[in-house]
């Protein structure tokens, strides 16, 4: 269905008056593949605008680089909320907020000599973002920045600051239960409220940020926990002798269910582009579950057997209830 | 519809909560409950079969020494001879079929693996994956499905990727080849060439009953892949990581890309293969410049390559809006 044929059922159903302006041509936004190329290029762009600000004014301290960095956002906030309507403009103003972002956080890094307290003041800069910033893109972008920062601050306040995936950490299955809960469960609970309120906000000026908020909640779902520690899926090195159990090892099975849950939404807005993250998102976080180290595999194989049987189990059930 | 475009009905009417209901429900954005069922009790049935398949694939890559070598046999051929038995009773397109013929397809890639684990064949892992794409694809023919026919296109381009990419030098199949793949840049055209190919298949097949075989998203992936090897190829090139003939891959890459370009135009469907091809042209001529000024100064340097990349990036994208636009087909908006 177009838009003028739904214009056409509502003024029907007295919806709309019959003479209504109709909706100007062009209304769908960008398909997903145009905003991944300019994403993308966006965010490169920010990394060497960055560099480029911090090699011309060499801030020596933390407080020059907030300086920079806050007129760096400010400039893209400007961009945004004056030029919507100029590509030139949105990806300039993308990689400008981007970079002054960029140089908060290395100031509060410089600042604080802490990974922790980087990754928390992240999460708040960028939820600051999502609420604040003119613009889709830059929101939804945010949101998934947003998510992957709140799991590093739980990951590094809880079990250290270790980058990649620690051979001689132990982590007991509760902990990292809970652990992986105190993330996750807020974004999950987060999604289900603006899927089932999806009308309610659709009919405030609250869609500006409810709508780009829930895209990138969706892909922090379906990407979140692979996407917050990436390299340990590459650990294709074993230290000598026997790991210690490390029940962390455990996170990409539960990506796995958060991508299937995020798979779900994304089927309920009828979301095509985002079921294939989610699916993608699942099998990334299988491949990241075999490479972590912690279970060993023998115990991972019946892990998975069992998931497997159970999940048949469920369908069935579900099939013949259904 | 997409929901931006719902959103942007919302905003200009000014509708109240009902109206937006009521547009939703006229739009058909939301599925019905049953249809929410058939998506749940599908997405589990696969996320489940692929759990066993995994589960499988794990313990064969545990090598546990409790198990004999005959067990392992046994388990691994065991649930393939399940899978098959599973398969032929209850045949694609039935639902069971396919999914047996999943699982078979999967767990023979962790039978190849077992086999070469057992005996010590001396088999460079690019052969196990070639030996799966090949021997498996009695499985993928006979379960004419899409998720089946994806899975085979990776497991293929994961052969692709360790022959001609990673590049063994060991094997028959390289004694084959080894007069042509001399540069990594020339033999990585192989992988795109196939991937092409498969991506024509594709397109070919979407008005003839093999369609739902080939869907949309698998040509987009298939070709995306090409875009993937091109680019690499590309890439050693602008480096300057070749010698002699290295240029070829480059120069191949470029010709498939304008190949492919003016096919879509003409076609006037899908900008998904347009938007690949920018993207892979925005981050090769990023660095063909980046190679070009290295004698800048830092502040220059990182000047220019962020400029550009914002110039290219909003040209780029302004024309890709534009074709979605003027097109304006459900291809083009998805």
Known sequence: MRAADLERAMAERGMIAADATPLPFGSAGRPWFVSVVLGGAGWLASLFAFLFVLLLFEPNTPGEASVAGVILLAAGFGLYAAGRDSAFVEQLALALSLAGQFALLYAVGDGTESATATAACATVLSLAVVVAMPNGFAKTLSAVFACIAWSLTIRFGFWGESWFDDPSQTV?????????????????????????????????????????????????????????????????????????TNWLAVWPLLGVAAALFAALCAFRLRHSPMIGVAIAGALLHVMQFYYLLGVSLVVKSYVMLAVGVGLLLAARRLRLSA | MNRNELDALAAHHGLRVDAVESMLAIAEARPKPADLARFGVRTLHLSGVLSVAAGVVFFVAANWIALAVFGRFALVQGVIVAAVALALWRPPPHPVGRYALLLAFVVSGALFALFGQT????????????????????????????????????????????????????????????????????????????????????????????????????????????????????????????????????????????????????RRVDVFPLAAIEGSLILLSTTWIAQSIDHFDEVGYFFVLAAWLIVASTVSGHWLMKLVRAWDTPEARA
Do not use: K
């Open chain 1, 172 to 244: 007991a299955f509760g902990p990292a239960l809970a652990g992986w809960l105190t993330i996750w469960a807020p974004v999950a609970v987060g999604v289900l409220v603006l899927v089932r309120r999806e009308a309610e906000w659709m009919a405030t000026g609250a869609r500006r940020i409810a709508r780009p908020a829930l895209t990138g909640l969706l892909l922090a779902l379906a990407l979140g926990t692979w996407t917050s520690e990436p390299f340990a899926a590459l650990a294709f090195w074993t230290p000598a002798g026997e790991a210690p």
């Open chain 2, 119 to 266: 005996y010590q064949t001396g088999a460079d892992v690019y052969e196990l994956f070639l030996s799966w794409a090949l021997l498996g694809s009695v499985f993928v023919v006979a379960a004419h499905w899409s998720v089946v026919w994806a899975a085979w296109t990776v497991v293929l381009n994961v052969a692709l990727w360790l022959f001609f990419g990673a590049r063994p030098e060991t094997g028959v199949l390289w004694l084959a080849f080894s007069f042509w793949a001399q540069e990594t840049s020339v033999s990585l055209i192989v992988p795109l060439l196939v991937n092409i190919g498969l991506w024509w298949v594709c397109v070919r097949l979407e008005h003839t009953s093999w369609a739902s075989v080939a869907p949309g998203w698998l040509s987009r992936f298939v070709l995306a892949c090409a875009v993937a090897f091109g680019t690499w190829s590309g890439m050693l090139v602008v480096l300057r990581q070749t010698e002699d003939i290295g240029f070829l891959g480059l120069l191949a890459t470029l010709v498939v890309f304008v190949l492919v370009g003016w096919h879509t135009l003409r």
